[in-house]
Nanobody, 122 residues
Framework: QGQLVESGGQLVQTGGSLRLSCAAS????????MGWFRQGPGKERKFVAEIRWIDGDRYYADSVKGRFTISRDNAKNTLYLQMNSLKPEDTALYYC???????????????WGQGTQVTVSS
C-alpha cells in the first residue's frame, strides 16, 4: 500500500519562498502522475500543479503559474513544489497526490498525503 508524506509547510511573509516535499513509499510511484492540491479555510480542495510520469510535462493552476514549480526525483521517490512570490491567498493546507489518470480533479486521485500547512502573512 502506497503512502505519501508531505513536509516543508510553515509560516512565511508575503513575497517569500518555500519548498514543499512529498516522500513516497510502500510502492513505486514512478509510473504515476504526481501533483499538489490545496485547500484554504472554508474552501474546497483545488488543483495546484501536476507532473506527468510518461513525459515529464507539467501543468499549473492559473493562480500559481510563473510562481510555483513542480518537480520530481524518481530515484529519491520524492515530489517537490517550489513556491516563490507567495501571497496571502496561497495560505492553505497543501496535499500531495498521485494518480494513474490526469490529476486535474480530486476525483481521479488514487493516493493522498495528510497535508502540510502553508501560511502566508501579509
Amino acid at each position: 500500500q502506497g503512502q505519501l508524506v508531505e513536509s516543508g509547510g510553515q509560516l512565511v511573509q508575503t513575497g517569500g519562498s518555500l519548498r514543499l516535499s512529498c516522500a513516497a513509499s510502500g510502492r513505486t510511484f514512478s509510473n504515476y502522475n504526481m501533483g499538489w492540491f490545496r485547500q484554504g479555510p472554508g474552501k474546497e480542495r483545488k488543483f495546484v500543479a501536476e507532473i506527468r510520469w510518461i513525459d515529464g510535462d507539467r501543468y499549473y493552476a492559473d493562480s500559481v503559474k510563473g510562481r510555483f514549480t513542480i518537480s520530481r526525483d524518481n530515484a529519491k521517490n520524492t515530489l517537490y513544489l517550489q513556491m516563490n512570490s507567495l501571497k496571502p491567498e496561497d495560505t492553505a493546507l497543501y496535499y500531495c497526490a498521485a494518480s494513474q489518470k490526469p490529476l486535474f480533479t480530486t476525483t481521479t486521485v488514487d493516493y493522498w498525503g495528510q497535508g502540510t500547512q502553508v501560511t502566508v502573512s501579509s
